[in-house]
């Protein structure tokens, strides 16, 4: 469930820039990125862990 809540935000970045025309400056950009590198790492860290055998 996480991980779902930022496609809500990503689903109205995408037309706001492509069909609203707003300003996408390099701060905007930078955030992003940053935003979906740490999703990346905890979604990673998760499908990691799912893959360890459980202690008996």
Known sequence: ???L???G???QFGPAVLVFGE???AAHLV???LIW???AVYGW?????S???VPA
């Open 9 to 11: 935000p990503m689903i």
């Open 45 to 49: 860290d998760s499908w990691r862990r």
């Open 51 to 53: 893959r360890e055998p």
């Open 37 to 39: 590198a740490g999703c």
């Open 31 to 33: 955030t992003f990125g």
């Open 1 to 3: 469930m996480g991980l």
């Open 5 to 7: 809540q930022y496609v």
């Open 23 to 25: 300003t996408l400056r």
